[in-house]
């Protein structure tokens, strides 16, 4: 009998980001040759838990970890990637890191070329040794056929398939040596079908060479088909880690998601809907990494409706996509009327207005006052905060309405400030938000998309931007429809909830509806079709 | 203190340097023999003279397509409108405001046709507006050899046909702005007046331009071109009104230029005049994405200076007359530091 | 690598035809001018040969930069510059023929490294902007120079021949006669096959290079910078070190250049001295263009390609203006706007194809799989 030392064993790991706690406590092992399904919802901790791992720098840079990590029993810290990968410990990206204009077999020995000496080494190093083709194929190759997948060694990777990007990145890892444990992030989720299916028994043939997998993947039917193990994190700590033997689907679908404390969720028997305000059909987007494939849903006026789902699966897509901001198409239809999509001043001329979930990059003029932020679309589309000249020949911006406009608002969301003149790259994420909001409100907008409210924001003005949108919404009548990656906030504030999986719409569920069951729908299960 | 750094740092350090250096040309000026008064007379002038070039980059540098090496399209506008209000016998103002007058739609159509061009090429416009100067200036010079002209004043004397590359402006408008309402102070200070005021009202107008909902949407784009988009607004059309003005500003500048020199310079010519321009607004103070009328002022007013004194107060100290090589050093220094420096908008 | 599949042969001609509008647009423009020029045809190819021989060493010297994604090195004029020191010397010391070019480069070499280095350093500050910033250093450079050999030669860096001195007793003369070396790599070996004079040791010397380049290409540094040159970030995260390598690309682009320019002045026979490398970048990157190269991709037959094309415009396009136009000069402005027009030309070619391929390429998207890019940035980062 080999000896039983885990491969990896990670204890009592801790982490904290500027006193936010990701990580508490996290501990777990790893036998050699094991698969091990890591769950979570975004957040939940499993992106800093793997760069824990991998020694990334960032981590070191925010104040290092608590906890020991072991690899065959003996503690490590690896001081950057490249340490670890020196340790045996590959990591597939979800982004491809691949060359495009280089073959599989350039790609697979990416800076692990084997070489052949020269003079021009002795005189000048290294680096000059040249290249020996021959064998950089057999080494491809051979780490191709231990993933037991088709692949053209010498195919580019810029005419390939997306899945056989995927086995090429896996191909890099495995050839290295000494790997013996290999992390794949959302490996899955670029593929086919028909395509995962190969990758998991690809999986399972490197976990029967001995090496150990850690597979993290949303479509919790594949953690069933292929783990040996499971391990749930939520809200940074670990709260199950068992045999996959016989876990059904649900039951992890509600680990990932249970709360205890559940008290904002009711549904409100006294609102009161209009008539649909806003019909979308067929809607697909292409919005990079959160692609829309096919949606379709209606608002009803007066309705806040809420739309959640993992990252990556299209959520934040639709808003954007609507708004014209990323190419679209399918049919959008406000109070009746139809919407042209691409085009952002349509959107907003039809009275839409979007707070963007990308704050710095869409959503405000960092190096610009706050005046500017707020008055700017309006100005844009609707001419107000101009000061006509010559009888409307030329107009120009009236500095004094945009004043007061900024200041109203900044009264009204309590945004802390040195004053209107105040650069927005200079405020904190939760002020720039409300910043974000403001410019939405002085469109005076029939109907108001917001994307991730209250992400990277502090829980005084989380609850501060949530009130103002339920005040919006009860007192204005502006209909509402949020995307949000927090559950708890869409179940808190919404009257009805969409969750959207690989760009589809798994289902529309009330707030009230069972945790599990939102669980089920970010899984992958379409089971609960419209129930609501 | 710490406020202190970060407004130096900001500023940056050569432009710094080089502020201190003209003060340092003024104060020694006396010291060996140059007089002031003589010297910041010729300033001024110069100053009036280049200063609407350097203004012409303000709108592209604010709608985000980068510092206009291509702004001998604009100058060929102007040089078009010059050689022909000469060609038709205008002289005096008319000669002078027909010149502005006939070189707009010129510009117009050149900064149309630049623009949809500079769209199509997102992210290396200035090595490909450097090259669009180059060959336009480089294919009128052919024209200016081929186009009709006749008037003796302008043609080569011997062939009588084709443009000389020096046409002098004498008896047309040879200083018509400088020497309006000019004051002289004593026997070596002149303040010229007109070329001063053209400059102002030149200055105000982009002001008013800027401060304009298109001169909004256009800054908004140059600083985040995703947020003016979710704003409704077209990128590409902001900027291709930012490069028509500044193509309009260059053919304008060209025009106050030579009234000033006193002469129409043609064929090579124009072939470099970009640089002078975009080192001024950037010794200024401007960045490759943010320009203002105080950089244009301060930036032309430094650089000015610095063409003007260090000949005379340098070749006096050294005996050697070194102020080509500060000139090409200076102002391709200041060209480079900007061009290497962190691009400021934050995202 | 080989070609996926076969296009239909119209489409085909259309894809060739868009690939190399540069150089068909230069093609046709020639054609007509070769007959108009009256030139005979030996005279045409005698000076090609010439051009050849001269010119080639310096075009060869953009390859690497392109290569390592920093586009067309307009800075390679500082090794042009270096190349121009090592000369002056070698004149100075009056060392002449073959020796007094190796000397030339010998001395050219630690500057031109040195150079090289610089403009490295500085181009990786400047990323996304190699080409401008490399094209202003090479101003600047050019001051710089004008420093060194118009005020230091003589005062505080020795020369002894008054001869090259300016009669103030420093700086070097504006014109250098370079009789001691004209020519002498040229003549080293000539061939003489028919009515033509083939210098056979300068195209020896441009073929070593060519070798040289096609073997570097196999060597680890070379696939480095192939890497390098189509994804940063991805060769970074792969361990190779990309700055430095950056760096190489351009130390190497200079140190060619120098020799270039040595070779290039070795056969004018004399050298303007302040003036002789304000156009070497120009005609460089002409050239490369014209031979069908891209600012991401070039090769040794753009090269060859472009040289000849760029140089048979140059020589028959002024005797072609002076026939249809009466005048040399038109032929001569001409052949310099369709230059610049080129370089213009290719560069905005380019660049457009750059997003029209990124569009399609998310086009393909559409509907079918995404690209997956999540915001896991954000996610360990922030919450």
């Not at chain 1, 925010?62 to 020991?68: I, R």
């Not at chain 1, 390939?160 to 890892?173: D, L, N, S």
């Not at chain 1, 790259?425 to 998309?449: D, R, T």
């Not at chain 3, 760029?310 to 402005?333: C, D, K, N, T």
């Amino acid at each position: 009998m080999p000896d039983d030392t885990p491969l990896l064993s990670l204890e009592g790991i801790t982490k904290d980001f500027y006193g936010t706690t990701v990580l508490r406590d996290v501990t777990f092992a790893l036998k050699r040759g094991e698969i091990l399904g890591l769950v979570g919802e975004n957040g939940a901790g499993k992106t800093t838990l793997m760069r824990i791992l991998f020694g990334m720098p960032v981590i070191a840079e925010t104040g290092g970890f608590g906890g020991t990590v072991r690899i065959d029993g003996q503690p490590v810290s690896f001081r950057n990637p490249f340490d670890a990968l020196d340790a045996g410990i590959g990591m597939v990206h979800q982004e491809f890191s691949l060359i495009p204009g280089f073959t599989t077999t350039e790609n697979i020995m990416l800076n692990r070329e084997p070489s052949r000496r020269n003079v021009a080494v002795d005189l000048f190093g290294p680096r000059m040794a040249t290249l020996d083709r021959p064998a950089m194929t057999t080494r491809a190759t051979k780490a191709i056929e231990r993933l037991g997948v088709e692949l053209d060694p010498d195919m580019l990777v810029s005419e390939m398939p997306v899945g056989h990007k995927q086995f090429t990145e896996i191909a890099r890892e495995i050839d290295r040596e000494n790997v013996k444990l290999l992390v794949l992030d959302e490996p899955t989720a670029v593929l086919a079908e028909s395509e995962a299916e190969i990758l998991l028994d690809s999986l399972r043939r490197l976990a029967a060479q001995g090496i150990s997998i850690i597979f993290i993947s949303h479509r919790l039917h594949e953690i069933t088909a292929v783990a040996d193990r499971v391990v749930v994190l939520r809200d940074g700590q670990l709260v199950k880690d068992t045999s996959a033997k016989g876990v059904e689907v649900r039951e992890i679908a509600a680990w990932m998601v249970g709360r205890e404390v559940d008290a904002n969720a009711r549904v409100r028997s006294d609102r009161k809907y209009g008539g649909p305000a806003l019909e979308v059909e067929r809607l697909w987007v292409d919005m990079p990494g959160e692609t829309v494939r096919d949606v379709s849903f209606s608002v009803r006026e007066g309705e806040i409706f809420g739309i959640g789902g993992l990252a990556g699966q299209g959520k934040l897509g639709i808003p954007n996509g609507i708004m014209g901001l990323f190419a679209a198409g399918g049919t959008v239809r406000l109070h009746g009327k139809h919407v042209e999509l691409d085009a952002p001043r349509a959107a907003l001329d039809a009275g839409m207005a979007f707070v963007s979930e990308d704050r710095r990059g869409v959503g405000l003029l960092l190096d610009e006052s706050l005046d500017w932020n707020i008055a700017f679309t309006a100005m844009q589309v609707k001419g107000s905060y101009l000061k006509r000249w010559l009888g409307g020949l030329f107009s120009l911006r009236d500095e004094k309405a945009m004043r007061a406009l900024a200041e109203q608002y900044i009264e009204q969301l309590e945004i802390k400030c040195t004053g209107h003149r105040q650069k927005a790259k200079e405020l904190s994420g939760g002020n720039q938000q409300k910043i974000c909001l403001a410019k939405a409100f002085a469109l005076e907008p029939n109907l108001l998309f917001v994307s991730e409210p209250t992400r990277g924001i502090d829980v005084g003005a989380k609850k501060l931007v949530l009130d103002k949108l339920r005040h919006y919404n009860r007192d204005e009548g502006t209909t509402i429809v949020m995307v949000s990656s927090e559950l708890e906030e869409l179940r808190a504030i919404c009257d009805r909830v969409a969750i959207v999986d690989e760009g589809r719409i798994a289902g529309i569920l009330p707030p009230d509806a069972p945790l599990a069951d939102f669980g089920l729908l970010m899984a992958g299960e379409r089971a609960a079709e419209a129930s609501a | 203190m710490n406020k202190l750094k970060t407004a130096v740092a900001d500023f940056g350090w050569p432009r710094i340097i080089i502020f201190f250096f003209v003060v340092a040309l003024f104060v020694a000026a006396p010291l060996v023999g140059v007089r002031v008064d003589g010297a910041l007379s010729d300033v001024l002038s110069r100053f009036g003279q280049n200063g609407i070039l350097v203004l012409a980059l303000v709108p592209m540098v604010q709608a985000g397509a980068g510092l206009n090496f291509g702004l001998p399209v604009g100058i060929i506008a102007g040089l078009l409108g010059g050689t022909l209000s000469m060609q038709f016998g205008l002289s005096g103002w008319a000669g002078f405001l027909g010149a502005v007058g006939i070189s707009l739609p010129f510009a117009v159509l050149f900064g149309w046709a630049y623009g949809l061009l500079l769209n199509k090429v997102k992210g290396e416009e200035m090595t490909i507006a450097m090259y669009v100067g180059f060959s336009m200036v480089t294919f009128f010079a052919i024209l200016w050899l081929l186009l009709p002209y006749s008037s003796p004043n302008m043609v080569w004397g011997y062939s009588g046909t084709g443009l000389r590359t020096t046409i002098t402006l004498d008896g047309y408008w040879t200083k018509i702005l400088n020497d309006f309402l000019a004051i002289r102070i004593g026997r070596f200070f002149v303040f010229p007046t007109g070329l001063l005021a053209f400059f102002a009202a030149a200055t105000g107008t982009m002001w008013l331009f800027l401060r304009s909902k298109t001169g909004t949407a256009m800054t908004a784009v140059g600083s985040n071109p995703d947020f003016a988009r979710a704003g409704g607004v077209s990128s590409d059309r902001m900027r291709l009104v930012s490069v028509v003005v500044s193509t309009v500003f260059g053919a304008v500048g060209i025009l106050v230029y030579q009234q000033s020199y006193g002469f129409i310079q043609l064929y090579q010519a124009p072939l470099y005049m970009a640089f002078p321009a975009v080192a001024a607004i950037l010794l200024g103070g401007a960045s490759v994405n943010k320009a203002s009328m105080v950089n244009v002022l301060v930036g032309t007013f430094l650089f000015q200076a610095i063409l003007t004194m260090t000949p005379n107060v340098i070749n006096s100290v050294l005996q050697t007359d070194m102020s080509e090589v500060i000139r090409i050093v200076i102002s391709n220094g200041m060209i480079i530091y900007a061009l290497t420096r962190k691009t400021k908008v934050s995202k | 690598m080989k070609t996926p599949f076969k296009l239909p042969s119209a489409a085909r001609v259309r894809r060739f035809a868009a690939d190399n509008v540069v150089v068909l647009i230069f093609l046709s423009v020639t054609a007509i001018a070769v007959p108009s020029s009256n030139l005979s045809a030996s005279y045409i190819i005698q000076d090609l040969l010439t051009r050849y021989g001269r010119n080639a060493f310096l075009v060869f010297s953009l390859l690497l930069p392109i290569m390592a994604g920093m586009g067309i090195n307009f800075g390679m004029v500082l090794g042009a510059m270096a190349g121009e020191i090592g000369l002056i010397f070698a004149v100075d010391q009056g060392i002449a023929g073959v020796q007094g070019l190796l000397y030339a480069v010998l001395v050219g070499a630690p500057i031109a490294v040195l150079l090289g280095w610089i403009a490295g350093q500085v181009l990786n500050r400047a990323r996304g902007r190699e080409m401008v910033t490399g094209y202003i250093l090479g101003f600047f450079m050019d001051g710089v120079y004008q420093f060194v050999v118009l005020y230091l030669m003589g005062a505080i860096i020795p020369i002894t021949s008054k001869a090259i001195t300016l009669s103030r007793g420093y700086g070097i003369r504006n014109t250098l006669g370079l009789d001691s070396v004209r020519q002498s790599l040229d003549k080293l070996l000539k061939l003489e096959l028919g009515p033509f004079d083939l210098p056979m040791a300068t195209y020896l010397v441009i073929a070593l290079l060519a070798l040289f380049i096609v073997w570097f290409r196999r060597t680890k540094l070379g696939q480095d910078m192939r890497a390098i040159g189509q994804d940063q970030t991805v060769s970074h995260s792969a361990g190779i070190p990309v700055e430095r390598t950056r760096i190489l690309a351009i130390v190497i682009s200079t140190l060619l250049a120098m020799v270039g320019q040595i070779i290039f002045l070795q056969n004018m026979g004399n050298m303007a001295t302040y003036n002789a490398h304000r156009q070497t970048g120009f005609f460089a990157a002409a050239a490369i263009l014209v031979g069908g190269a891209s600012v991401a991709k070039a090769t040794i037959p753009n090269v060859l390609v472009g040289v000849g094309l760029l140089h048979l415009m140059y020589i028959v396009v002024p005797p072609a203006g002076a026939r249809l136009f009466g005048s040399a000069q038109i032929g001569e402005y001409f052949r310099d706007a369709m230059s610049y027009a080129v370089i213009a030309l290719a560069l905005a070619l380019h660049a457009w194809r750059k997003r029209a391929n990124a569009e399609s390429a998310r086009a393909g998207l559409r509907g079918a799989a995404s690209g997956a890019v999540q915001p896991a940035k954000t996610e360990g980062g922030a919450e």
